[in-house]
């Protein structure tokens, strides 16, 4: 008698840019949900060094900080054995299907690209072309994998969406090539600010070390860093439009200890600034020190993380190929054989 077929898994894709230690708004808005993922879908996860060269980089950092960057990873939870974990320049499929998706975006849409703007205001001495096809890149990693589902902080939904236009215009020319993705974003953490200036959302590239911490922070880093949070000049610790920084710290607290924000606030209700930062710096600590532990156990493992990366990109390159070769023979690429 012929078994019932277990339903396919949905996929999921998502990666991120190994330009320095990941912080944790990194962490919060994207890697805590890659993690909790991999029970219900088929994961491919990517450290995307592609996409960092759109910033100068300085090659020996580039190469340590994609290593740490993979392990890093791991040490959070990703597992190589149940998810595809890769680098992105070890399969070519991204490069490749990002130059025809190129052709297939209008400079328009590119220009719209508040994160182009933004980035090239900030690195005005080296606007490049790269710099402003970074989202083809970005649909380019997702659309080769048919991703159904991509994880992400609020900060990518504008390229997600570009991802989601070009797809359908592809399919509206060539039939049903590419899956649709949608976005996953989490309910608290999707966009962490910047500790010393709550407006601005926290980033590895800030000049001022307080302004983020770093997932691999010591513990009393992460407590002094939370205790010189910039914050207001009330004494109640509210959720509430105004209250820019404890807005902030609230949702860093309820995403580490899966508290609700109303619990975290009747928890603090009466207490001190003082107190409540202390705490929030105490719960991330907590919850990051074994993801310490087990990154220093991995980088001590470099031939672990080499055979774990390489058996990734062969099963990346296996799951890219095929949508590859279905766009080149959609578009009229003549085969080679
Ligand atoms: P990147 O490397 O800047 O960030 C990686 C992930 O972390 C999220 N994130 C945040 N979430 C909440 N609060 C913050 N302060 C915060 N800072 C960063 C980002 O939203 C992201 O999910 N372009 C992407 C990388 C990329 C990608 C992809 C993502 C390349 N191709 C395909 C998904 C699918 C980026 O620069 O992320």
Same mark, same amino acid.
């Given at each position: 008698?012929?078994?019932?077929?277990?339903?396919?898994? $949905?996929?999921?894709?998502?990666?991120?840019?190994?330009?320095?230690?990941? /912080?944790?708004?990194?962490?919060?808005? !994207?890697?805590?949900?890659?993690?909790?993922?991999?029970?219900?879908?088929?994961?491919?996860?990517?450290?995307?060094?592609?996409? @960092?060269? /759109?910033?100068?980089?300085?090659?020996?950092?580039?190469?340590?900080?994609?290593?740490?960057?993979?392990?890093?990873?791991? @040490?959070?939870?990703?597992?190589?054995?149940?998810?595809?974990?890769?680098?992105? =320049?070890?399969? @070519?499929?991204? =490069?490749?299907?990002?130059?025809?998706?190129?052709?297939?975006?209008?400079?328009?849409?590119?220009?719209?690209?508040?994160?182009?703007?933004?980035?090239?205001? $900030?690195?005005?001495?080296?606007?490049?072309?790269?710099?402003? /096809?970074?989202?083809?890149?970005?649909?380019?990693?997702?659309?080769?994998?048919?991703?159904?589902?991509?994880?992400?902080?609020?900060?990518?939904?504008?390229?997600?969406?570009?991802?989601?236009?070009?797809? #359908?215009?592809?399919?509206?020319?060539?039939?049903?090539?590419?899956?649709?993705?949608?976005?996953?974003?989490?309910?608290?953490?999707?966009?962490?600010? =910047? #500790?010393?200036? +709550?407006?601005?959302?926290?980033?590895?590239?800030?000049?001022?070390?307080?302004?983020?911490?770093?997932?691999?922070?010591?513990?009393?880093?992460?407590?002094?860093?939370?205790?010189?949070?910039?914050?207001?000049?009330? !004494?109640?610790?509210?959720?509430?439009?105004?209250?820019?920084?404890?807005?902030?710290?609230?949702?860093?607290? =309820?995403?580490?200890?899966?508290?609700?924000?109303?619990?975290?606030?009747?928890?603090?209700?009466? $207490?001190?600034?003082?107190?409540?930062?202390?705490?929030?710096?105490?719960?991330?600590?907590?919850?990051?020190?074994?993801?310490?532990?087990?990154?220093?156990?991995?980088? $001590?493992?470099?031939?672990? #993380?080499?055979?774990?990366?390489?058996?990734?990109?062969? @099963?990346?390159?296996?799951?890219?190929?095929?949508?590859?070769?279905?766009?080149?023979?959609?578009?009229?690429?003549? +085969? +080679?054989?």
């Amino acid at each position: 008698m012929e078994q019932a077929q277990a339903p396919k898994k $949905k996929i999921i894709f998502s990666g991120v840019q190994p330009t320095g230690i990941m /912080t944790l708004g990194n962490y919060l808005g !994207a890697i805590k949900n890659w993690v909790e993922l991999q029970d219900d879908y088929h994961c491919v996860y990517c450290i995307v060094n592609q996409h @960092a060269i /759109t910033i100068r980089q300085e090659p020996s950092a580039l190469k340590k900080n994609t290593l740490e960057a993979y392990a890093l990873m791991l @040490a959070c939870g990703i597992d190589p054995e149940r998810s595809v974990t890769f680098i992105q =320049s070890h399969v @070519a499929a991204h =490069s490749q299907l990002s130059w025809v998706l190129s052709c297939y975006t209008q400079f328009g849409e590119l220009s719209r690209m508040t994160q182009f703007k933004d980035k090239s205001a $900030k690195h005005a001495d080296n606007i490049n072309a790269g710099l402003f /096809t970074y989202p083809v890149l970005m649909a380019a990693d997702i659309l080769l994998y048919q991703a159904d589902l991509v994880p992400v902080g609020i900060d990518q939904k504008q390229h997600l969406e570009l991802s989601r236009d070009i797809a #359908l215009r592809f399919n509206g020319l060539y039939g049903n090539v590419f899956t649709v993705p949608d976005g996953y974003f989490p309910k608290t953490g999707a966009k962490i600010m =910047s #500790l010393q200036d +709550p407006t601005k959302k926290m980033s590895k590239s800030d000049e001022n070390p307080n302004a983020f911490i770093s997932i691999l922070d010591a513990k009393d880093t992460i407590i002094k860093k939370c205790r010189r949070a910039i914050t207001d000049s009330e !004494a109640e610790v509210a959720y509430r439009e105004g209250k820019d920084g404890i807005n902030n710290l609230l949702s860093i607290y =309820s995403a580490v200890t899966g508290k609700t924000i109303p619990e975290a606030e009747a928890e603090f209700s009466g $207490k001190g600034y003082g107190d409540f930062k202390t705490a929030v710096g105490e719960a991330v600590a907590d919850h990051l020190a074994p993801v310490r532990e087990e990154f220093n156990r991995l980088m $001590k493992a470099p031939d672990h #993380l080499k055979d774990c990366y390489r058996q990734g990109a062969e @099963a990346a390159e296996r799951m890219a190929r095929r949508t590859l070769e279905k766009v080149y023979k959609k578009i009229g690429f003549l +085969p +080679p054989m």
